[in-house]
């Protein structure tokens, strides 16, 4: 039976791999999507060297949170659609989101965010390909948003998250993470700060980083297949 370490590994060698097919110098970071598993899977890919996670249910990624509070070199990253009612326990747990759409979010999390902590690292999720079944702001929304985002004194802007939609269509999925990669540029003019462009999965982390990706997020190559 194949470990979480040998899938980790492999992961990790598959990035690599793609970095050298398209000479890309950029670092790519690697977010072990950890939603539904159980924390002994968390310990085995803890146990490998993984220290970066990313939940999307929010009481479950509390929980697990919570029971690895003593672990001060693991980051945790909420990637889900974001409830009202659920935005304190995410600007309370976590030290990113990912999935920051419109303003109504983003001033709640800056006022939840406890004074006592730093600045929650904030992602905006752009709905890249127009997909109505996937989260994200337009793309001619992303200035005035990301404008919001930097005067929050509790909120740190780093960047650019997409979930594109599902196609076979490898030069169609190249061109959505190209147009992600040109909005990023095109921000990072104005935010010189901006480090991370999240976007990639499992099945499609390759074209990704060829498009310039700087996090990919892949769990079931991971942990296997959703419970």
């Not at 803890?46 to 249910?57: D, K, L, N, V």
Request: proline share 3%; aromatic share 6%.
């Amino acid at each position: 039976m194949v470990t979480i370490a040998e899938r980790l590994d492999n992961a990790y060698g598959r990035i690599e791999k793609a970095k050298q097919n398209c000479q890309f110098s950029e670092t790519v970071k690697l977010l072990a999507v950890s939603k539904t598993k159980p924390i002994a899977d968390i310990e085995a890919a803890i146990a490998a060297g993984q220290t970066q996670f990313g939940e999307s249910y929010v009481q479950e990624a509390v929980d697990k949170v919570v029971h690895f509070k003593d672990n001060k070199a693991l980051e945790w990253h909420f990637i889900g659609p974001i409830q009202s009612n659920k935005s304190r326990l995410i600007a309370e747990n976590f030290h990113w989101v990912q999935s920051v759409d419109r303003e109504k979010i983003a001033r709640r999390l800056n006022e939840q965010r406890p004074n006592n902590l730093k600045p929650l690292n904030v992602l905006l999720q752009v709905n890249i390909s127009g997909d109505d079944k996937k989260s994200g702001c337009h793309p001619d929304d992303v200035e005035s948003l990301a404008l919001f985002i930097h005067k929050c004194r509790q909120l740190d802007l780093r960047g650019l998250m997409t979930i594109t939609e599902q196609t076979n269509d490898k030069q169609k999925q190249l061109q959505y993470f190209q147009q992600m990669r040109a909005c990023f540029d095109r921000l990072k003019h104005q935010y010189p700060q901006l480090d991370t462009l999240s976007m990639g999965m499992s099945g499609d982390l390759e074209t990704a980083i060829t498009a310039g990706s700087t996090m990919v997020r892949i769990g079931t190559d991971i942990f296997g297949k959703r419970q």
